[in-house]
């Protein structure tokens, strides 16, 4: 991205690093031939006709009927020459990450729920606005509870258009993690000391399991076998053929089942 000038900048920050290999993850032979461009001699990836001729080793191209994951874990096994043991994703909070996670729980006392009502494809996602009498339901059954709402700076102003009554009902019990928070770290801190998680399938539901969070996850029947959460917890996965055609007392309901059996 940024036009040629930025792309060859690009280039020659990797060639300075003089890697000795590279696997390339994306199967568009663009990435393949970008790695020969800055220099890098060996290069795996997945077989196809357009960048087979660049690759110095490749496995099997990726397929719909496994896990993504599964699906780097083979390329990984052809660069090591040996098999690799089933990949999940785990994460952990660093030391300050940490202290500004009491920080936030003095606060905002605990337990908290935390909800991420967004993701990267908006046709593809459940409504923030279904999400809204989620939560409604949410702050009305649970009211020890406090939740939280995830989302980035740019996600603000519709999240907050959208829960804008709510907030108002609700000043202390439903939180806005981007006004409490600095930078990609803290928002994952919220979400690692939160009791239960629930969203679409997005980037802070994959941190959520990773984490360990027990996570309710929200995505398509055609996605679930490529790229459903996988780590420390496995997630309470509700799927439909099109997510809008879920209702909140269908997602409510399995909240309630999948909360009381975590």
């Known amino acids: 991205k940024g036009g040629l000038r930025a792309f060859c900048g690009a280039l020659r920050a990797i060639r300075r690093e003089g890697f000795a290999q590279a696997a390339v993850l994306h199967t568009d032979w663009r990435k393949s031939l970008a790695c020969k461009l800055a220099g890098i001699p060996r290069l795996y990836g997945f077989k196809q006709k357009k960048?087979?001729?660049?690759l110095s080793q490749s496995a099997q191209q990726p397929s719909q009927n496994e896990h993504l994951l599964d699906t780097y874990r083979r390329l990984a096994e052809t660069i090591c020459g040996r098999q690799i043991p089933k990949l999940s994703c785990r994460l952990e909070l660093k030391a300050k990450h940490l202290e500004f996670l009491k920080t936030l729980e003095s606060k905002h006392p605990k337990p908290w729920f935390a909800l991420h009502p967004s993701a990267g494809n908006e046709k593809s996602s459940w409504p923030p606005e279904q999400f809204a009498q989620l939560a409604e339901r949410i702050l009305g059954?649970?009211?020890k509870h406090t939740l939280w709402l995830t989302g980035s700076p740019a996600e603000a102003p519709r999240l907050e258009k959208t829960f804008g009554r709510l907030r108002a009902q609700y000043p202390e019990k439903l939180l806005y993690s981007?006004?409490?928070?600095?930078?990609?770290?803290?928002?994952?801190?919220?979400i690692a000391g939160a009791e239960f998680f629930a969203g679409n399938d997005s980037g802070p539901?994959?941190?959520?399991?990773a984490f360990g969070v027990p996570a309710l996850e929200l995505?398509?029947?055609?996605?679930i076998t490529q790229f459903a959460a996988r780590g420390q917890t496995t997630p309470h996965i509700v799927?439909?053929?099109?997510?809008?055609?879920l209702s909140p007392e269908e997602?409510?309901?399995e909240f309630l089942n999948s909360h009381n059996g975590r």
Do not use: D, M, N
Request: proline content about 2%.
């Open 178 to 190: 981007w006004r409490e928070t600095t930078g990609l770290w803290q928002t994952l801190a919220v």
């Open 141 to 143: 059954g649970f009211p």
């Open 219 to 223: 995505i398509e029947e055609r996605k």
């Open 239 to 245: 799927s439909r053929k099109t997510l809008a055609a």
């Open 51 to 54: 960048s087979g001729a660049l």
């Open 205 to 209: 539901l994959h941190a959520a399991c």
């Open 251 to 253: 997602v409510w309901t």
